[in-house]
């Protein structure tokens, strides 16, 4: 059975700093592309970077120039250096492994949120 688990969330300030990690366990996901989706309050999960197997990475345009997807394939972990954090980056954080056609395997989240 794989599991994904999320951790770093947390409290912090304007301006902050949190690095989320998302551990794999049941098999190696270095052939996977490693997403990070977020979902604020009221709104719709969102995806914000990804990083293919080949470290290929996107960002959507919020989080670009702040945030960086990277992933340690020895340690079967995906990572999210978040800085400048800013209110508007509450939310829920989830990872999650791309197969083919789908995505295969999601992380419970971790919350993240940034005070004013």
């Known amino acids: 059975q794989v599991q994904l688990v999320e951790s770093g969330g947390g409290l912090v300030s304007a301006g902050g700093s949190l690095r989320l990690s998302c551990a794999a366990f049941g098999r190696t996901l270095s052939d996977y592309a490693m997403t990070w989706f977020r979902q604020r309050p009221g709104q719709q999960r969102e995806l914000i970077a990804q990083i293919t197997s080949r470290h290929d990475t996107y960002y959507e345009d919020s989080v670009k120039g702040r945030f960086t997807i990277s992933r340690d394939n020895a340690k079967n972990t995906v990572y999210l250096q978040m800085n400048n954090l800013k209110p508007e980056d509450t939310a829920t954080y989830y990872c999650?492994?791309?197969?083919?056609?789908?995505?295969?395997?999601w992380g419970r989240g971790t919350q993240v949120t940034v005070s004013s």
């Open positions: 999650a492994a791309q197969g083919d056609f789908s995505y295969e395997y």
